[in-house]
């Protein structure tokens, strides 16, 4: 079972059309309190959740979710490169996310790593593994603005808080993204949260 959250009825309509078509067996609810009054812990399949719904935001419902232990791998549907919200999901649980406005691709590719990793421990820990390779290979000051990027600090204010020029920063971040191979920030958020010795406990199974 694949659930989808969102509050626009074009977007659910149009996910649960895409994953059906793919053979998925989709429900999707307008809102997080619907989801919660229908569903029950243990359910298996996959989540995919906007991360602005009104009420309760998607990111309090996989908060709720890890608290009662309900491990259902969950994908947070977000803004374009909203670094901050990526993380925030990340480290509430979500195993993915996919950015707005959604295509065609990212759902069913998104469902499919999620269940492969949830299905298949050596999948995921050779992921987290390059994951880790990919950070090694940057250097400390890559590394470093690197983390300031994801606390969504913008390369005027690093420069300063570094004493280095603008340029300097923004070529820094061009060669961190071409050497992770990250096409945009929510994906080396992403890549960056798996290199981490995030506890197997917080990660969906």
Same mark, same amino acid.
């Given at each position: 079972m694949i659930v989808v959250i969102d509050d626009d009825r074009h977007v659910r309509e149009g996910i649960r059309?895409? &994953?059906?078509? =793919? !053979? $998925?067996?989709v429900e999707d609810?307008?809102?997080?309190?619907a989801f919660l009054e229908s569903c029950r812990p243990g359910q298996e399949g996959?989540?995919?959740? =906007?991360?602005? &719904?009104p009420g309760m935001p998607g990111l309090e419902l996989l908060q709720r979710l890890r608290e009662e232990d309900w491990r259902l791998p969950a994908i947070m549907i977000m803004g374009n490169s909203d670094v901050p919200?990526?993380?925030?999901?990340?480290?509430a649980g979500a195993s993915d996310?996919?950015?707005?406005?959604?295509?065609?691709?990212?759902?069913?590719? !998104?469902?499919?790593?999620?269940?492969?990793q949830? $299905? =298949?421990?050596?999948?995921?820990?050779?992921?987290?593994?390059?994951? *880790? =390779? $990919?950070?090694?290979?940057?250097? *400390?000051?890559?590394?470093?603005?690197?983390?300031?990027?994801?606390?969504?600090?913008?390369?005027?204010?690093?420069?300063?808080? &570094?004493?280095?020029s603008q340029r300097t920063v923004e070529n820094h971040r061009a060669s961190i993204m071409r050497k992770t191979g990250a096409k945009s920030l929510p994906s080396l958020?992403?890549?960056? &949260?798996? *290199?981490?010795?995030?506890?197997d406990d917080t990660l969906p199974v």
């Open positions: 059309d895409l &994953l059906e078509g =793919d !053979g $998925h067996v609810f307008a809102s997080c309190e996959c989540l995919l959740v =906007d991360a602005y &719904l919200m990526a993380v925030q999901a990340m480290k996310f996919i950015e707005e406005p959604i295509g065609r691709e990212e759902p069913l590719a !998104g469902v499919a790593r999620a269940l492969e949830t $299905h =298949d421990v050596a999948k995921r820990s050779a992921w987290r593994k390059a994951a *880790a =390779d $990919h950070v090694a290979a940057l250097t *400390a000051r890559q590394r470093q603005i690197m983390e300031m990027v994801l606390a969504g600090h913008p390369s005027k204010n690093i420069a300063a808080d &570094l004493h280095i958020a992403r890549l960056a &949260l798996a *290199a981490t010795s995030i506890p």
